[in-house]
């Protein structure tokens, strides 16, 4: 019997990046191309047949509910602010009386990509024994920007570090995770354990050292941080060119079609 699956929509933060700009909108509501940025992170969601959604969200979340509304026949959307950013471990606690027991994907709102999650998910879903932690990898020109993967000499993921100055390697993890129900278990064991704060890697750790973790590969597929401008214009290129797709979304009478050159 296949397990209940839900997602956590992380759009916390300040935004500061994409200054002026955030001062007085949400940095998930900034154009990206014909449609919010928002609605690729939630196709990409709603395309693997997820349909309990958890939205976190700053001062400005109203602008995304406005947006977002009641989403899609059949779906349970949750609203949750974050009054001041606290951490990572802070957002996600605020989404917990929605999400707890379920498996989890957690989903940074700056992440957009042409990859898919679709058949991982279906195996979460059907999984009898929990499935661990799944994540994404990437080849990247600058790895010191990013949580970084180590590996042994069999290519076996054994590390994640932090922005390193000198980088083990060039795989960057990115900010779409599939987890287990272990996850708020693993979370709390954390918290009572760090001194210095808390990272998501910090978790994945966990899910590395029980060798409970999953990497997939993008190889040749789009991977952005939409946190920038730059970053920005090029997901908004993609989106025009029609290689990524923020559909499913609710669109409303007067909106134009999602896809398109003009």
């Known amino acids: 019997?296949?397990?209940?699956?839900?997602?956590?929509?992380?759009?916390?933060?300040?935004?500061?990046?994409?200054?002026?700009?955030?001062r007085y909108m949400h940095k998930a509501m900034l154009p990206l191309h014909r449609r919010p940025v928002i609605d690729f992170a939630l196709a990409f969601i709603r395309r693997t047949g997820i349909q309990d959604i958890t939205i976190i969200g700053n001062q400005f979340i109203g602008q995304i509910a406005q947006h977002v509304g009641v989403g899609l026949p059949g779906e349970n959307i949750h609203y949750v602010i974050e009054e001041s950013p606290q951490g990572v471990a802070?957002?996600?606690?605020?989404?917990?009386?929605?999400?707890?027991?379920?498996?989890?994907m957690v989903y940074f709102s700056d992440n957009i990509t042409t990859?898919?999650?679709?058949?991982?998910?279906?195996?979460?879903?059907?999984?009898?024994?929990?499935?661990g932690c799944l994540l994404l990898?990437?080849?990247?020109?600058?790895?010191c920007a990013f949580g970084v993967g180590v590996f042994d000499d069999d290519g076996n993921l054994t590390d994640i570090i932090e922005k390193p100055d000198d980088p083990p390697s060039n795989i960057a993890i990115g900010g779409i995770y599939l987890y287990d129900?272990?996850?708020?278990?693993?979370?709390?064991?954390?918290?009572?354990?760090?001194?210095?704060?808390f990272?998501?890697?910090?978790?994945?750790r966990k899910y590395i050292a029980m060798g409970d973790i999953h990497l997939k590969d993008l190889e040749h597929e789009e991977w952005l941080d939409c946190g920038t401008p730059d970053a920005l214009l090029?997901?908004?290129?993609?989106?025009?060119?029609?290689?990524?797709?923020?559909?499913?979304?609710?669109?409303?009478?007067?909106?134009?079609?999602?896809?398109?050159?003009?």
Request: a negative charge; proline letters at 9%; aromatic letters at 4%.
């Open 1 to 22: 019997m296949a397990k209940p699956m839900k997602a956590i929509l992380v759009a916390g933060g300040h935004g500061s990046r994409m200054l002026p700009f955030t």
């Open 90 to 104: 802070y957002a996600l606690n605020l989404a917990r009386p929605h999400v707890e027991g379920s498996r989890l």
């Open 115 to 131: 990859a898919d999650l679709i058949d991982e998910v279906e195996m979460w879903k059907n999984s009898d024994e929990p499935p």
């Open 137 to 143: 990898g990437r080849s990247v020109d600058d790895p």
């Open 181 to 197: 129900e272990r996850f708020w278990e693993l979370l709390d064991e954390d918290m009572t354990t760090e001194s210095n704060g």
């Open 199 to 204: 990272s998501i890697s910090d978790l994945n």
């Open 234 to 262: 090029r997901a908004a290129e993609l989106a025009k060119e029609g290689l990524l797709s923020p559909e499913p979304c609710n669109i409303r009478q007067g909106d134009p079609e999602p896809h398109g050159s003009q």
